[in-house]
């Protein structure tokens, strides 16, 4: 795994996977440290001249009229780490920790937070040396990530816990055991440890990353029910389409007729009915919004993941270290609650689609899809299994950026809830996945009984990985095995989803097999 460079302006959602799942190396870029070492000089010329600045030479929060001492600002860092450790909950899984450091240190070196250079340092000598600082699941209202970044704080400072080679370690000793050594905090330092949104924007980016696959999942098989429902593909004619050109449908639908290209369905005369069910039919139309959402939901997570995320900022052209609100952040945190209704949306259409596979009078097929007929029950239990998935995803897919908003009474009267609305993501996605295994599963058979006599390229590669691994369906047996066998071994394949971006990739026009999905260049290899 070749390493990530951080510049405080480039990062991409691939280098958060990479660095987050992967363990790559972290290194700075060589203009990094120059200019931290300028916005540093406007703090300490602030400092010295004492200034009037928010959280540097004043207090935070309601205690911002509050002038400190000069001689208690080094103090004051350390306090505002520890008096702001306040999360709560099971520890956050290391891939999302490596995450939220990523995104801070990113932060930081994009300039403006005015830290010392030793900070962002430390930060990715402990990604480098997997020191995972243990923070709490809940704290974070979406005014910065306060009350859980402080534990990332405590643990640069030699307090805390961290996890290190397996084990949970004070603080300082996890520090040690990694040959590294605590840091000590000059002014502004405490601050920058907890400001920004570095939790909501390290778990957005691997959401999204993760949702696009997952949208390339949900049209690779939604591709192999049209197959075994011999679904009628004229709704995805770019001439139907063009006739109102909502967001990413026909983006959606080139993808799904790049999927059956090679079989019978392309043309609509091979379809069995003239108009289909709603969740056949409009396809292109529920994904395209899928599309559209991630799209959105990258506009407003890059600056997050790219920019500064401080208050107050250093602006060193001009010397100066003025208030800041680009600590919240409105737009990620409706973004990602778009992005959670367009994902339900996506849900509720693949159990329907299932639904409609086990109805004979609809399908043209035997009654749940069992080749002994209704004496015996089928894939008719996994019904059950869907609407409980579905049920799931719709209650997590509750907005959340209109929750109460407050905060430190007279000043802190608004928050956003955005570190909620990206870890809620992830559990959306994988019920989600396991959702496209059932619809993936049931499709399987549905073309093995259907039998037609040529299959598209995408749903003959998914209906062959999928027999590898689960056989077609005689005589009554648990199917739950097979769907979780399907969810991990090829919807959660490396292998299938590279096979699967460059078919969709291809369908798109995508030259030299990269696809651009939420904003985020993938290269990938060439299908099976």
């Not at 103090?75 to 999360?87: D, I, K, M, P, Q």
């Not at 159990?351 to 609809?362: C, D, F, N």
């Not at 058979?445 to 390229?457: E, H, K, M, T």
Request: charged share 20%.
């Amino acid at each position: 795994m070749s390493g990530v460079v951080v510049d405080g302006r480039t990062l991409s959602y691939d280098d958060v996977v990479a660095v987050a799942h992967h363990g790559a190396e972290v290194v700075l870029a060589d203009d990094v440290l120059p200019r931290l070492a300028r916005d540093r000089a406007v703090v300490d010329d602030v400092v010295d001249r004492q200034v009037p600045t928010y959280g540097l030479t004043t207090g935070l929060g309601t205690r911002s009229s509050y002038a400190l001492p000069r001689a208690e600002l080094e103090e004051f860092s350390v306090r505002t780490v520890r008096g702001r450790a306040n999360a709560v909950g099971d520890p956050l899984p290391v891939p999302l920790v490596r995450a939220a450091l990523l995104a801070r240190v990113n932060g930081i070196a994009g300039g403006g937070s005015g830290a010392r250079a030793e900070i962002p340092r430390l930060l990715v000598d402990m990604l480098n040396a997997r020191v995972h600082p243990v923070i709490p699941e809940v704290g974070s209202i979406g005014a910065s990530d306060l009350c859980q970044m402080a534990h990332v704080g405590l643990v640069v400072i030699g307090e805390g816990s961290a996890e290190f080679a397996g084990e949970v370690l004070d603080g300082g000793t996890a520090l040690r055991r990694a040959g590294l050594a605590p840091a000590v905090l000059g002014p502004k330092d405490g601050h920058v440890l907890c400001s920004a949104s570095p939790l909501a924007a390290g778990q957005g980016a691997l959401a999204l990353h993760e949702a696009a696959a997952v949208l390339t999942l949900a049209q690779a098989v939604t591709a192999l029910t049209y197959e075994g429902f011999r679904a009628n593909t004229s709704p995805l004619d770019p001439r139907v389409l063009d006739l109102r050109p909502a967001p990413g449908q026909s983006r959606a639908a080139a993808e799904l007729l790049g999927f059956l290209d090679g079989g019978e369905l392309g043309d609509p005369r091979y379809a069995r009915r003239v108009q289909d069910p709603v969740s056949l039919r409009c396809a292109a139309q529920v994904h395209g919004a899928l599309h559209a959402a991630l799209g959105f939901a990258d506009a407003a997570l890059r600056p997050e993941l790219n920019g500064c995320g401080d208050n107050p900022v250093v602006l060193p052209d001009t010397g100066e270290i003025l208030s800041s609100g680009n600590f919240h952040t409105p737009a990620l945190a409706l973004a990602f609650d778009t992005l959670a209704l367009a994902l339900t949306q996506t849900a509720s259409l693949s159990a329907e689609r299932m639904r409609r596979l086990l109805a004979p009078a609809v399908s043209g097929l035997p009654a749940n899809l069992s080749p002994y007929g209704p004496e015996r029950s089928g894939f008719a239990p996994l019904a059950k299994t869907a609407q409980a998935l579905v049920a799931e995803i719709r209650m997590l897919s509750a907005p959340v950026c209109t929750d109460p908003r407050h905060g430190a009474d007279a000043v802190e009267d608004d928050s956003t809830n955005a570190a909620l609305g990206a870890r809620r993501l992830a559990t959306v996605l994988v019920r989600l996945r396991q959702l496209l295994a059932v619809e993936a599963v049931v499709a399987a058979q549905a073309v093995d009984l259907a039998a037609p006599s040529a299959l598209g390229r995408g749903p003959r590669f998914l209906h062959r990985v999928i027999r590898e691994i689960v056989p077609r369906l005689d005589d009554d047996r648990p199917c739950g095995v097979d769907v979780e066998a399907v969810d991990r071994d090829i919807l959660g394949s490396d292998d299938v989803r590279s096979a699967l971006r460059t078919l969709a990739g291809e369908a798109s026009g995508v030259v030299g097999g990269a696809t651009v999905v939420a904003g985020a260049s993938t290269v990938v290899g060439e299908a099976p």
